[in-house]
């Protein structure tokens, strides 16, 4: 069986590597290089805690194949991940159902052993919606969103900047290295890979608003737009 025409690899073969244990040391060497990407999918907020630096966010529990066939562009891309125990063998497949052949493996032991061989971590700084709301009086203060054109124009913050995570490329160009953010998205899941993928470039000055639009809006403490309903937009 065939994965793909252009591949003339066997599906088996593709995930026997794809589900592949990898010792941190085998790890580490393949995430120093510039051609890996280490994929990291575990939930958002185990991922703002703590992970390995440079690591991308996305999340199994979400729209995970959708958000790796928009992200990542390269169908060629040589993958290591980290998931939560149990998973990895359904990371595998799910990145090979979509076309991604390159998946080498995942981190044996997870993030715990990565520690414990003394490597550093790296962690994603986050504000609950009231302690943005405090921040906020602080006129210079910048909230980026990342849900799509439509969920914005629905309903946004006032004054927040509409940058949309399925359109990374042009949205980073919203964004300066030298400034801080606060960024969120509906509930949590896609600010956190626009975050991780910021930080892969250097971009450090990012913040987490923790549960999203949704706990703003539950705050009562924003000025919001006015809602249109996002069927008279279709």
Not at 84 to 100: D, T
Request: proline share 3%; with cysteine.
């Amino acid at each position: 069986m065939l994965l793909n025409i252009g591949g003339y690899e066997r599906i088996d073969d593709v995930l026997e590597r794809g589900k592949r244990p990898l010792a941190v040391s085998d790890f580490s060497n393949l995430a120093d290089r510039a051609d890996v990407l280490v994929l990291d999918t575990r939930d958002a907020s185990l991922f703002g805690k703590e992970h390995i630096p440079s690591s991308v966010n996305i999340g199994l529990n979400g729209s995970f194949a959708v958000w790796v066939g928009t992200l990542v562009k390269d169908i060629n891309q040589k993958i290591i991940f980290i998931a939560e125990a149990g998973r990895e063998e359904e990371v595998a497949i799910r990145l090979a159902r979509v076309g991604y052949d390159q998946c080498l493996g995942y981190l044996q032991g997870g993030l715990s052993a990565w520690k414990a061989c003394g490597l550093p971590t790296s962690s994603t700084k986050s504000v609950t919606a009231k302690e943005l709301a405090q921040r906020m009086k602080d006129k210079t203060t910048r909230i980026i969103d990342v849900r799509k054109k439509s969920e914005y124009q629905s309903q946004h913050v006032l004054g927040a900047i509409n940058a949309p995570l399925d359109y990374l490329e042009q949205s980073k160009k919203l964004v300066r290295p030298d400034t801080t953010y606060y960024v969120h998205c509906a509930g949590g899941y896609r600010s956190m890979t626009f975050i991780s993928l910021l930080q892969r470039g250097g971009y450090l000055q990012v913040i987490d608003v923790t549960g999203g639009f949704k706990a703003m809006k539950e705050s009562g403490e924003f000025e919001l737009s006015e809602y249109v309903c996002p069927s008279t937009m279709l």
